[in-house]
């Protein structure tokens, strides 16, 4: 998977610790700036369990005070102030879980936010090095979990130990021998939990195994599916889908029979302590050692002593799916990309339009060159047309000018400057560019075209597609320029999406253009206009293309023939065909024999 040597960073389900106070750490970052809402919320948390603490203790003074006593007047209060406790439990609880969710909302819009644009300054090579479905996860997946954490995790347990402690404490003052009778179930309790989440860490990393494998199948065969249909590969494909989609439900039936044991056994426990407070409560009270009032409340406060507790060993997995994909998510902005800017970028908003390849090297694998010492220079206006045959490394030449990848040894030079020297941006900026193969955004047809710069609307764009020779096809769509070309550009032909490609090296209007020819065969009157539109970008720019067509060959000033990774001959059309080497070889294969072109 690591194609280019990158570190594989952390692994998709290794579950370590619940608890990592470094990554913590770094998260609460992201905190930072809404820390006192997130103080509020602790606060409200604190006083929420205080209030519902109370509550059994109203309840006990009612009964101890007035109805034990048969004393009525001023019972109607107590009533009041029970109600009350109980609207206010309703109110705060409200308050509190609508800040939690909102704080953690606020905090993984900024963590996502932050992660794509990361994403956005990743060089190609890093991006190579992953799966797609990969990197999306880290900003949909472990952003979710970083939410829940950040939700109902840590605050949520702090409520849950405050209230745990607050009848303990309450349970001992009420009457220490009962307090420890009902304590016998605890470290029943903890066996349970302790069992629980052993077995279900296991089952819940093979769920997790599973899921992606299923997902990373679909996606495969879905983008595929034109492969899959015209191979007559359904019934495989189903069958294996089938297979993954068993292991997913068999882990799923394991859990489920976890959860389904778990539940009952702590109600169970708490219906044991029932019975145990039952006993013991009632023979101390036949003694007079516990009044009816505390009896009562015991019974409350031993109910809602088992929530805290099941909901604990929820949250641990929760803590630990949201530590594991803190420890990726953090990893993945660690990583800085290998191609930066320099930090005092030079002014290349006047570029002149002269090139030059000074000895270049290159290679994507370490020991495998795919350029060697490779020289050219372009004057401003010229055309120079590199072919050679497949693999011969003409496309990379396109991306390490581009800065795409970063040369093994030598420079590039743009008016007589290192690229390195220019900022990216500004460097992409000053070519046109039209690939082999066009990629298309899913939006409308001016949308690819001006790529949302305002100022390319208009006549800039009407101009621009006239000018590329689209105008024609594009006034027959139904919505014209606002027809959406599907992904990736899938509603239109070929032909077109290279059309489109063209009108939007036209509307950026760049002074130096790289063009990247379509191997792929179009129509004859297609390629008519594919061609006379190149014509008019190509005018008054410096151009490097990566030639198929042998009327660009012709027209180029020059002509750099590339086999494996060197330049082997230079020259004219005329040139080289009366050198009768590897230039002439090829233009008899490519074109002599069709008479293409
Ligand atoms: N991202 C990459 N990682 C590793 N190797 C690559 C990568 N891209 C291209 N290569 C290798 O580099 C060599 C040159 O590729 P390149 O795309 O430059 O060829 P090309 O001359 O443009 O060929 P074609 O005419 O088929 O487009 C090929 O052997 C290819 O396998
Ligand atoms: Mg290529």
Redesign the pocket.
């Known amino acids: 998977m690591s194609?280019?040597g990158y570190k594989p960073g952390p692994d998709d389900d290794v579950m370590g610790q619940a608890y990592d106070a470094r990554l913590m750490g770094r998260l609460l970052e992201f905190v930072k700036p809404i820390k006192y809402y997130v103080i509020l919320s602790v606060l409200l948390l604190l006083v929420t369990v205080a209030v519902e603490l109370a509550g059994p203790l109203v309840l006990k003074h009612g009964i101890d005070n007035y109805i034990a006593i048969k004393q009525i007047d001023g019972l109607g209060l107590i009533a009041l102030i029970f109600i009350g406790l109980i609207i206010l439990t309703f109110i705060l609880r409200f308050v509190q879980t609508y800040l939690m969710q909102w704080i953690g909302q606020t905090v993984i819009f900024d963590l996502r936010t932050k992660l794509f644009k990361h994403l956005l300054k990743q060089d190609?090579?890093f991006i190579?090095s992953r799966p797609v479905g990969w990197l999306m996860t880290r900003v949909t997946n472990d952003v979710q979990n970083l939410f829940e954490l950040l939700s109902s995790g840590i605050v949520a347990i702090f409520g849950d130990l405050f209230m745990l402690l607050g009848i303990l404490v309450v349970l001992l003052v009420l009457n220490v021998k009962l307090a420890l009778v009902t304590f016998i179930v605890v470290p029943l309790i903890f066996g349970a939990v302790i069992a629980f989440r052993k077995k279900v860490r296991v089952t819940f990393r093979t769920i997790r195994e599973a899921l992606a494998q299923l997902n990373g199948h679909m996606q495969e065969n879905i983008s595929g599916i034109r492969t899959v249909q015209l191979f007559v590969r359904e019934n495989e494909t189903l069958k294996e889908f089938r297979i993954r989609s068993e292991v997913f439900r068999n882990a799923y039936k394991k859990a489920i029979r976890y959860f389904a044991l778990f539940f009952p056994a702590i109600s169970f426990l708490s219906v044991l302590a029932t019975a145990l407070i039952l006993l013991a409560g009632g023979l101390m009270i036949k003694e007079d050692a516990l009044t009816w009032g505390a009896f009562i409340a015991f019974l409350q406060y031993s109910e809602r002593f088992f929530r805290p507790i099941r909901d604990l060993s929820e949250k641990y997995n929760t803590m630990q799916a949201a530590m594991a994909a803190a420890e990726r998510v953090f990893w993945l902005l660690d990583t800085k990309p290998d191609i930066a800017d320099p930090e005092h970028p030079e002014d290349n908003s006047k570029v002149k339009g002269n090139v030059e390849f000074d000895d270049v090297g290159f290679e994507?694998?370490s020991g495998?060159p795919?350029?060697k010492n490779v020289s050219f220079k372009i004057e401003p206006g010229e055309t120079v047309a590199?072919v050679?045959?497949?693999?011969?490394?003409?496309?990379?030449?396109?991306?390490l000018l581009l800065r795409f990848?970063e040369t093994t040894s030598g420079r590039i030079l743009l008016d007589g400057k290192d690229i390195r020297e220019f900022g990216q941006h500004d460097l992409r900026r000053s070519f046109g560019v039209v690939l082999?193969d066009v990629f298309l955004f899913s939006g409308s047809i001016a949308e690819n075209v001006t790529l949302g710069e305002a100022d390319r609307h208009g006549e800039v764009l009407d101009k621009a597609l006239e000018q590329a020779n689209a105008l024609d096809f594009v006034k027959e769509l139904s919505e014209g320029v606002n027809e959406p070309v599907g992904e990736r550009g899938a509603r239109l032909s070929g032909g077109q999406k290279q059309l489109i490609a063209i009108a939007r090296a036209l509307a950026a209007n760049p002074p130096l253009l790289l063009l990247?020819e379509a191997?792929a065969a179009v129509d004859t009157e297609t390629e008519h206009h594919i061609q006379e539109a190149l014509d008019r970008l190509m005018r008054g720019r410096t151009t490097l293309v990566?030639a198929?067509r042998l009327s660009t060959i012709r027209n180029a000033n020059r002509i750099i023939v590339?086999h494996k990774?060197m330049i082997q001959e230079t020259g004219t059309h005329a040139e080289l065909i009366k050198q009768d080497g590897i230039y002439a070889k090829l233009h008899k294969l490519q074109f002599a024999e069709n008479g293409k072109g």
Do not use: P
């Open positions: 194609k280019s190609i090579k190579d994507y694998k495998e795919i350029l590199v050679g045959a497949t693999g011969a490394g003409k496309t990379t030449l396109i991306s990848w082999q990247d191997t990566v198929h590339l990774g």
